[in-house]
DNA sequence: ATGAAAGCGCTAACAC
DNA sequence: GTGTTAGCGCTTTCAT
């Protein structure tokens, strides 16, 4: 006997049978469940009591077709792949989903084409909201601002020059953190592993970098290295920076380019941190299941997460709100990558 | 003067607004459109013509409170944040997106109550169908079977007893994929470390190792440390591991265990692979970023995510075929930490 | 505070 | 092959 699926179509309840079972209009059904206008106590009761034994849940789409607004959200990340994104995506759906609201996910794959037809299908869907980290500070700009005029929309760490919400976090005291934390265990020779895509965060990591490091060592303040924000990259960088003059300290653009950095680091024999000390940026999974564990600037990500849906919903509820921006401040994960060497010798060590 | 937002609310251009303009009915502009019905060649230009000079989108929740299907899919993952699972997501959207779905993301933080909750919002939502990776083998499995009951359903890799499509590795190949390669590098002693939770997965890897090694060496068969899938329990199992009888290979449930205890064996001054072997299982992100880089064996991510849905959408459109079982082949991706010392000797090098 | 009734934009019968 | 029409289940006037 072959099992076969979905024999039973569980005839859905309907407005119409609350309704009836409670004695009063659907009209009433839809205010006491909705609480968009006042019923009398009784009337709720009735509404509430039916609803209960009939098991009775408003269908969201009837309701979004009436009532023009849908409880869903639309999320575009360039990857979900990058161990960054999943972390902020787990915490907007957690909030989304406390609100009663869904969560329609979206992944550009990096490129501002996939990313605009996203958009636009997710406008199409009727979303109530866009919250969306743009591939390209140029590309991107045009599907962006569209889709602003048309809906709530809040740009998240990443963000293109367009009149919109936006969440972040101060790239640029997070590379001062890591770079004070290198200097008073000592280092005094630097370099920065970067990307050379233009976003809005990565100019401001290297330009922090960059004044940072100009009055202290001028030598160092120039040596960047950019590729890209992979593992591979953080590899060829560093070994790059070894058949060169190796400075004492690495700062990196994220975690997977600093991952990168301690892989060729090692394959030369080099130890971190008593030879070459690495910082990252991010501080998600990567920099813990780091071998060693990596010194990274902590990006609060389940806050940006939840800040972007606060933002998204009042936005939604009164859309005449000016747009805002959220800085959210970074912090230091200090781990075994730069691990001062002894409480009272300030210098790395250098057997 | 302050930026205010969605001044223009685009009025939407309807089926009307097409038909009007075509010099037909709305039900051929229907028809014409989603070629439920054939027409005219004529009237078919005529539609076409009016569709994009109006930039007509079909109004996908008018469309599925008529048509009872959405053209959505909901998928339930117990924690988006392990990167086994952003990588079949991407899939998942990728492949859905072409074909013209979209995908409702929730996250059941490996919770059977929340997970229970997301798919009841799921169906709710109408979705036409739900993929699913079960949190627990029996907790999930009474909302799960409801679901499957309602609407067609996918488990992929881990997944409960019932009567429902299913995607999977043949995980315990896998296992045997591992322990063969460490053989052939001459390994001679083994412990598995794993995660003590009973799932599909984790009973099929488990039940692999005991079999294979039983005939080979009865202590290493029960050398099993159980904890779960972290880091963190890698790290603890490793040290175990060392106090103990340290085998020359060590096989991990995954990947996030395996680098933990690469973390383990560095922090004692163990040098991999030479001193000890290790091996992970995934083959994500993590196993090339590991520190040295990991052998592991390899899920398809990309094709678990592709046949996940080609199941799902075939069981929409036909609701009588029987629940079929694909059990993809894993593979073994070959890094230095179990890279043979030298062509001739076998052995495992020991200094 | 409540009910009756009019649609939201679309698709599926049903006629022709 | 095409048009007409009746709703899908809900929210919201408009009366009362």
Same mark, same amino acid.
């Given at each position: 006997? /072959?099992?076969?699926?979905?024999?039973?179509?569980?005839?859905?309840?309907?407005?119409?049978?609350?309704?009836?079972?409670?004695?009063?209009?659907?009209?009433?059904?839809?205010?006491?469940?909705?609480?968009?206008?006042?019923?009398? !106590?009784?009337?709720?009761?009735?509404?509430?009591?039916? =609803? #209960?034994?009939?098991?009775?849940?408003?269908?969201?789409?009837?309701?979004?077709? #009436?009532?023009?607004?849908?409880?869903?959200?639309?999320?575009? /990340?360039?990857?979900?792949?990058? !161990?960054?994104?999943?972390?902020? /995506?787990?915490?907007?759906?957690?909030?989304?989903?406390?609100?009663?609201?869904?969560?329609?996910?979206?992944?550009?794959?990096?490129?501002?084409?996939?990313?605009?037809?996203?958009?636009?299908?997710?406008?199409?869907?009727?979303? +109530?909201?866009?919250?969306?980290?743009?591939?390209?500070?140029?590309?991107?700009?045009?599907?962006?601002?569209? &889709?602003?005029?048309?809906? !709530?929309?809040? @740009?998240?760490?990443?963000?293109?020059?367009?009149?919109?919400?936006?969440?972040?976090?101060?790239?640029? %005291?997070?590379?001062?953190?890591?770079?004070?934390?290198?200097?008073?265990?000592?280092?005094?020779?630097?370099?920065?592993? =970067?990307? &050379?895509? $233009?976003?809005?965060?990565?100019?401001?990591?290297?330009?922090?970098?960059?004044?940072?490091?100009?009055?202290?060592?001028?030598?160092?303040?120039?040596?960047?290295?950019?590729? +890209?924000?992979?593992?591979?990259?953080?590899?060829?960088?560093?070994?790059?920076?070894?058949?060169?003059?190796?400075?004492?300290?690495?700062?990196?653009?994220?975690?997977?380019?600093?991952?990168?950095?301690? @892989?060729?680091?090692?394959? $030369?024999?080099?130890?971190?941190? @008593?030879?070459?000390? /690495?910082?990252?940026?991010? +501080?998600?999974?990567?920099? $813990?299941?780091?071998?060693?564990?990596?010194?990274?600037?902590? $990006? !609060?990500?389940? %806050?940006?997460?939840?800040?972007?849906?606060?933002?998204?919903?009042?936005?939604?509820?009164?859309?005449?709100?000016?747009?805002?921006?959220?800085?959210?401040?970074?912090?230091?994960?200090?781990?075994?990558? =730069?691990?001062? =060497?002894?409480?009272?010798?300030?210098?790395?060590?250098?057997?």
């Amino acid at each position: 006997m /072959v099992a076969v699926r979905n024999k039973i179509q569980s005839t859905a309840v309907t407005i119409q049978d609350v309704a009836a079972a409670a004695g009063v209009s659907t009209a009433s059904v839809s205010r006491a469940l909705s609480g968009s206008r006042p019923v009398r !106590p009784e009337t709720l009761h009735k509404v509430l009591e039916a =609803t #209960r034994r009939l098991n009775y849940q408003v269908n969201p789409v009837a309701s979004a077709l #009436r009532g023009k607004i849908t409880k869903t959200v639309g999320m575009v /990340v360039p990857d979900i792949t990058n !161990p960054f994104f999943p972390a902020v /995506v787990k915490s907007v759906e957690d909030v989304l989903h406390d609100l009663g609201m869904s969560l329609f996910l979206c992944d550009s794959s990096e490129s501002p084409v996939v990313e605009a037809e996203r958009i636009a299908a997710l406008l199409n869907r009727g979303v +109530d909201g866009i919250i969306v980290s743009p591939v390209d500070n140029l590309a991107s700009r045009a599907a962006i601002a569209a &889709a602003a005029k048309r809906v !709530p929309l809040v @740009q998240i760490d990443r963000h293109v020059n367009v009149d919109s919400d936006i969440v972040t976090v101060d790239h640029g %005291a997070g590379i001062a953190l890591a770079i004070d934390h290198l200097i008073s265990i000592g280092a005094d020779s630097f370099a920065f592993v =970067t990307t &050379a895509k $233009q976003s809005s965060i990565a100019n401001e990591r290297l330009a922090a970098y960059m004044r940072k490091l100009r009055p202290l060592d001028r030598m160092s303040a120039h040596r960047v290295l950019r590729g +890209d924000l992979t593992v591979e990259w953080g590899r060829t960088a560093a070994l790059k920076l070894i058949d060169e003059s190796c400075p004492r300290a690495i700062v990196c653009a994220n975690d997977l380019i600093a991952l990168g950095v301690l @892989q060729a680091l090692r394959s $030369q024999g080099l130890k971190v941190p @008593q030879d070459v000390a /690495v910082t990252g940026f991010d +501080d998600g999974l990567l920099a $813990q299941v780091a071998n060693p564990p990596l010194t990274s600037v902590h $990006q !609060p990500l389940e %806050a940006l997460g939840r800040e972007a849906v606060r933002m998204l919903t009042s936005a939604i509820e009164d859309r005449s709100l000016p747009p805002r921006k959220l800085r959210l401040a970074p912090s230091l994960s200090i781990r075994e990558s =730069t691990v001062p =060497t002894a409480s009272e010798t300030a210098g790395l060590s250098s057997n």
